[in-house]
């Protein structure tokens, strides 16, 4: 009768090796949520700056810095949109920790009843098989 018991220790254990995996991809996803975040914040600092910059001498000046302040519009763009993506992975990561997490705090639960079924089980036999005198 240890088979149930083992059955769900072996499961609880698989789930919380899952976990550990799910939980280092929560920090890395993070990581990369607040680095896209922080460089898209530095490219709108970099495009305010060149924004209240001086106004170009020439028409060719004129023209390079008004595409050069596209492109770091556009990558800013690219970059917060790439950080909101990120948060929602996390969140739908972090939903799923929690009920993975939820699912192994019942295996444990089940595996302790279980453990406890099977104690009395074993108690009942060994009580069964003393003589009849000795059960008392």
Same mark, same amino acid.
């Given at each position: 009768?240890?088979?149930?018991?083992?059955?769900?220790?072996?499961?609880?254990?698989?789930?919380?090796?899952? #976990? +550990?995996?799910?939980?280092?991809? #929560? +920090?890395?996803?993070?990581?990369?949520?607040?680095?896209?975040?922080?460089?898209? @914040?530095?490219?709108?600092?970099?495009?305010?700056?060149?924004?209240?910059?001086?106004?170009?001498?020439?028409?060719?000046?004129?023209?390079?810095?008004?595409?050069?302040?596209?492109?770091?519009?556009?990558?800013?763009?690219?970059?917060?949109?790439?950080?909101?993506? #990120?948060?929602?992975?996390? @969140?739908?990561?972090?939903?799923?920790?929690?009920?993975?997490?939820?699912?192994?705090?019942?295996?444990?639960?089940?595996?302790?009843?279980?453990?406890?079924?099977?104690?009395?089980?074993?108690?009942?036999?060994?009580?069964?098989?003393?003589?009849?005198?000795?059960?008392?």
């Amino acid at each position: 009768m240890t088979g149930r018991s083992h059955l769900f220790g072996l499961m609880e254990r698989k789930l919380a090796a899952g #976990l +550990v995996t799910d939980r280092a991809r #929560l +920090v890395s996803l993070s990581r990369q949520a607040e680095e896209a975040r922080r460089l898209a @914040e530095r490219l709108q600092a970099l495009l305010a700056e060149r924004r209240g910059a001086a106004a170009p001498a020439s028409a060719a000046d004129l023209r390079l810095t008004a595409r050069l302040g596209a492109e770091i519009a556009a990558e800013s763009h690219n970059h917060t949109q790439r950080a909101a993506e #990120l948060r929602d992975r996390l @969140e739908d990561l972090r939903g799923d920790l929690a009920r993975k997490d939820r699912r192994r705090e019942k295996l444990a639960e089940a595996g302790a009843a279980a453990r406890q079924t099977e104690a009395e089980a074993r108690a009942t036999l060994a009580q069964a098989a003393l003589p009849a005198a000795r059960r008392r």
